[in-house]
């Protein structure tokens, strides 16, 4: 089992940046496949980024390619999410999840473990 924590949310102004950290406890990090989903009021959880065990292919929904960036680091049991040229769209709740099975995937029912979540809010 894993626990995960987010944190770096906050209220930003379009074009600003963000990042968003995910430490994870418990289990060995590295056994797991991390993603990054996001929730808006009244919408359903939607995939924003995933990346394996080692950082290789990581893994972004179209929205967000060129603006946002992944990335872990096991040594600190912590996955990034680093968050450029922010919209008003990008305004959720953010969430890490970890997946047992270290294979990729885009849906949010294949994770096993979450984290609380963290808010992200963007003005215009």
């Known amino acids: 089992q894993v626990q995960l924590v987010e944190s770096g949310g906050g209220l930003v102004q379009a074009g600003g940046s963000l990042r968003l950290s995910c430490a994870a406890a418990g289990r060995t990090f590295s056994d797991y496949y991390i993603g990054w989903f996001r929730q808006a009021p009244g919408k359903e959880r939607d995939f924003v980024a995933s990346i394996n065990w080692s950082g290789v292919g990581p893994y972004y929904t179209d929205s967000v390619k060129g603006r946002f960036t992944i990335s872990r680091d096991n040594a600190k049991n912590t996955v990034y999410l680093q968050m450029l040229n922010l919209k008003p769209e990008d305004t959720a709740v953010y969430y890490c999840?970890?997946?047992?099975?270290?294979?990729?995937?885009?849906?949010?029912?294949?994770?096993?473990?979450w984290g609380q979540g963290t808010q992200v809010t963007v003005s215009s």
């Open positions: 999840a970890a997946r047992s099975v270290g294979t990729r995937s885009n849906s949010y029912w294949n994770y096993d473990y």
